[in-house]
Antibody, heavy 122, light 107 residues
Framework: EVQLLESGGGLVQPGGSLRLSCTASEFTFSSYAMSWVRQAPGKGLEWVSGTSGSGGSTYYADSVKGRFTISRDNSKNTLYLQMNSLRAEDTAVYYC???????????????WGQGTLVTVSS | DIQMTQSPSSLSASVGDRVTITCRASQGISNYLAWYQQKPGKVPKLLICAASTLQSGVPSRFSGSGSGTDFTLTISSLQPEDVATYYCQKYNSALLTFGGGTKVEIK
């Protein structure tokens, strides 16, 4: 069974940085695009960023462009999200999610991790 | 950027009722549309992709339809375990935008 395990969340002050990790198992990690999706407390889902299987192509929502960087280490089956210049509105549970098909990022997300909570507050 | 608008934002229906949720794209997205179910306190679950293709294990009372800009998710006979928030998501490009969600409750 596919497993995705996020880590790295926590409390950070406004303007600070945090790096999230997502460790994947039970599938050929390098073959699939991956995404980060967040959910603010009591709010809906917001797609944040995605990357191709190789990591050579990356994509961002306007709300995080220029502040967040997605990357992956296929040798470690791990996806990352480097978050800089954090704001209160970035407070959310961050999920990593796997692309359903081996066709790049233009596909639905079929497996999700349990999420890691990021709280931006002074 | 293409916006995804869901309606209603919430609904309350009786067990056995037919429930319909609408998702509208601001531009045509062909059938690159997925539906997710998120039960309270749980992780989102993929229900339908390609607008109408039910994922393995999803009960047949769920169905999806539409193409272009207008899509629907239908629950043919609402069950207590269907209490959840439902989200549509477009994937015609690498920007995977979600709709705002529809919260379904039992009356």
């Amino acid at each position: 069974e596919v497993q995705l395990l996020e880590s790295g969340g926590g409390l950070v002050q406004p303007g600070g940085s945090l790096r999230l990790s997502c460790t994947a198992s039970e599938f050929t990690f390098s073959s699939y695009a991956m995404s980060w999706v967040r959910q603010a407390p009591g709010k809906g889902l917001e797609w944040v960023s995605g990357t191709s299987g190789s990591g050579g192509s990356t994509y961002y929502a306007d709300s995080v462009k220029g502040r967040f960087t997605i990357s992956r280490d296929n040798s470690k089956n791990t996806l990352y999200l480097q978050m800089n210049s954090l704001r209160a509105e970035d407070t959310a549970v961050y999920y990593c999610a796997k692309a359903r098909r081996i066709v790049g990022p233009t596909t639905a997300l079929d497996y999700w991790g349990q999420g890691t909570l990021v709280t931006v507050s002074s | 950027d293409i916006q995804m608008t869901q309606s209603p934002s919430s609904l309350s229906a009786s067990v056995g009722d037919r429930v319909t949720i609408t998702c509208r794209a601001s531009q045509g997205i062909s059938n690159y549309l997925a539906w997710y179910q998120q039960k309270p306190g749980k992780v989102p679950k993929l229900l339908i992709c390609a607008a109408s293709t039910l994922q393995s294990g999803v009960p047949s009372r769920f169905s999806g339809s539409g193409s272009g800009t207008d899509f629907t998710l239908t629950i043919s006979s609402l069950q207590p375990e269907d209490v959840a928030t439902y989200y549509c998501q477009k994937y015609n490009s690498a920007l995977l935008t979600f709709g705002g969600g529809t919260k379904v409750e039992i009356k």
